[in-house]
């Protein structure tokens, strides 16, 4: 009877060799050691990217502090009254007198604007003037008017210093007031600034013109029924340097009824 002969398997594939070689274990060892290292490697470094990116968000966040937190007012205003600070009249000791200098505004800081100085009754306060209104993102070349300080009574009004810049009424260099126009030009280019709002020509009730020295002021007497400062209002403009100031009184009707004699003291002390 013949005997089936069975030929051998390749010993790789050898029953007997069913365990994996030492050799085959060494490199597999190897791999999966390496395997583990560049995932563990690749691990560290994806933290490490998302703790740059988030330093990276942090240091942004820094940065843009300034702008986030910066406080709207910026004026050194104090809101007590101004009699407290502020010294009494040598003309009328009833009256107390403001004079503007370089910490007051930053258009003054800047050199933007010359000083100025009005009288005040002493139970009046100063308010402040939020940053964009005053100017202070745009000195020393501002492109528009700008309120420089503001003053305030509850029962009497308010009274506002508003500076333009030159350019924006006449091309003319270091122009005067009367080469920018007639006082009725002058308001109508400023009048919105006198209102808070809009301006009618039939609002003007009467003009004159001052001269101090060699500076000359327009002043303006109108009444404004719909304006957003008063129904009330007195104006006195001036040009010096680069810039155009204008003063404004304002009142409502019941203040005007018992203060538009102090209003007009006021404005008429107004001087750059």
């Given at each position: 009877?013949?005997?089936?002969s ?7 594939f ?22 583990t290292?560049?995932t ?10 998302k ?5 990276r968000?942090?240091?942004k ?5 300034p702008?986030?937190?910066r ?8 809101e ?6 502020l ?10 007198v ?5 910490k007051?505004?930053p258009?003054?800081?800047a050199g933007n ?14 308010t ?13 070349k ?8 503001k003053?305030e ?10 500076a ?5 009424l006449?091309n003319?260099?270091n ?7 007639s006082?009725?030009?002058?308001i109508?280019s ?13 609002e ?14 327009y002043t ?6 719909y304006?957003?400062?008063g129904?009330h ?8 340097g680069?810039?155009?100031i ?7 009707d019941k ?9 007009k003291?006021?404005l ?5």
């Amino acid at each position: 009877m013949a005997t089936a002969s069975l030929t051998p398997l390749s010993p790789v594939f050898s029953a007997s060799n069913s365990s994996k070689s030492p050799s085959i274990l060494s490199f597999s060892s190897e791999f999966h050691s390496v395997s583990t290292s560049s995932t563990k490697i690749s691990g560290e470094f994806n933290q490490c990217r998302k703790q740059i990116a988030r330093r990276r968000e942090f240091l942004k966040g820094i940065a843009l502090v300034p702008f986030i937190w910066r406080e709207p007012p910026i004026s050194e205003a104090r809101e007590v009254e101004v009699g407290s600070f502020l010294p009494p009249s040598s003309s009328d000791p009833s009256f107390v007198v403001f004079k503007a200098t370089s910490k007051d505004t930053p258009a003054l800081r800047a050199g933007n604007v010359q000083p100025y100085e009005f009288i005040l009754p002493p139970t009046w306060k100063q308010t402040r003037v939020a940053n964009i209104l005053s100017g202070n993102y745009c000195q020393p070349k501002c492109a528009e008017p700008w309120v420089e300080v503001k003053f305030e009574d509850e029962k009497q009004g308010k009274v506002q210093v508003v500076a333009s810049p030159l350019i924006r009424l006449t091309n003319k260099p270091n122009a005067t007031i009367e080469d920018i126009g007639s006082p009725e030009k002058v308001i109508a280019s400023l009048g919105p600034f006198v209102t808070g709002n809009t301006y009618d020509p039939d609002e003007l009730i009467e003009t004159s013109v001052e001269k101090r020295g060699d500076q000359t002021y327009y002043t303006y007497v109108l009444e404004t029924p719909y304006a957003l400062t008063g129904s009330h209002n007195l104006a006195k403009a001036t040009a010096k340097g680069n810039t155009v100031i204008l003063f404004v009184a304002s009142a409502n009707d019941k203040q005007w009824q018992t203060s538009q004699q102090t209003l007009k003291a006021i404005l008429d002390s107004f001087q750059v």
